[in-house]
T-cell receptor
Framework: ETGVTQTPRHLVMGMTNKKSLKCEQHLGHNAMYWYKQSAKKPLELMFVYSLEERVENNSVPSRFSPECPNSSHLFLHLHTLQPEDSALYLC??????????FGPGTRLTVL | AQSVAQPEDQVNVAEGNPLTVKCTYSVSGNPYLFWYVQYPNRGLQFLLKYITGDNLVKGSYGFEAEFNKSQTSFHLKKPSALVSDSALYFCAVRDEHSGAGSYQLTFGKGTKLSVIP
């Protein structure tokens, strides 16, 4: 788990706030992912970056904005979120499309 | 399209007994199959994968999984369960024909394993 780190681990924000989630991978991988995990729902893939280019965008609302400045770092910028966006946000990385390694997640609560 | 099903929301097993967590899949080509485990308030940890080769795959923490093409299954097994194995287990699949550079894994809903002392 130390291969992929996420900050912050917990975040509480109001619907009018702007915040960012950060992910860093220390595994030398070339692909990074954002997932949303809500209670009693399957893991939802949000975004995929390969070699710093976005290759998947699964119909995610524009209030979520990803950024991948290099192959080791991934951000998820949040603005004007809704209470239903409260969830565990997981970052992962992989080499090509091999097995993915996950970070510990950010527990997000939107008030 | 690719899909995966974990038919049991919860599995209870006594410590020391063998455990099985079930997974079935659907893909148009050959499957790439994965098992992950998630402990409370943690991310998913990779356990094992099947790409090709032997149908019995061995992974971390004494877990193994058997690929059965005719039954389109990839059940996770362990000969002797430990209390510390109690966690949420996810099966995932990717279709080898999902396209070059396709990164999308489809995950099951997860099975909660409880090992009773």
């Amino acid at each position: 788990e130390t291969g992929v780190t996420q900050t912050p681990r917990h975040l509480v924000m109001g619907m009018t706030n702007k915040k960012s989630l950060k992910c860093e991978q220390h595994l030398g991988h070339n692909a990074m992912y954002w997932y949303k995990q809500s209670a009693k729902k399957p893991l939802e893939l949000m975004f995929v970056y390969s070699l710093e280019e976005r290759v998947e965008n699964n119909s995610v609302p524009s209030r979520f904005s990803p950024e991948c400045p290099n192959s080791s770092h991934l951000f998820l910028h949040l603005h004007t979120l809704q209470p239903e966006d409260s969830a565990l946000y997981l970052c992962a990385s992989s080499q090509e499309s091999g097995e993915q390694f996950f970070g510990p997640g950010t527990r997000l609560t939107v008030l | 399209a690719q899909s995966v099903a974990q038919p049991e929301d919860q599995v209870n097993v006594a410590e020391g007994n063998p455990l099985t967590v079930k997974c079935t899949y659907s893909v148009s080509g050959n499957p790439y199959l994965f098992w992950y485990v998630q402990y409370p308030n943690r991310g998913l940890q990779f356990l094992l994968k099947y790409i090709t080769g032997d149908n019995l795959v061995k992974g971390s923490y004494g877990f193994e999984a058997e690929f059965n093409k005719s039954q389109t299954s990839f059940h996770l097994k362990k000969p002797s369960a430990l209390v510390s194995d109690s966690a949420l287990y996810f099966c995932a699949v990717r279709d080898e024909h999902s396209g070059a550079g396709s990164y999308q894994l489809t995950f099951g809903k997860g099975t909660k394993l409880s090992v009773i002392p």
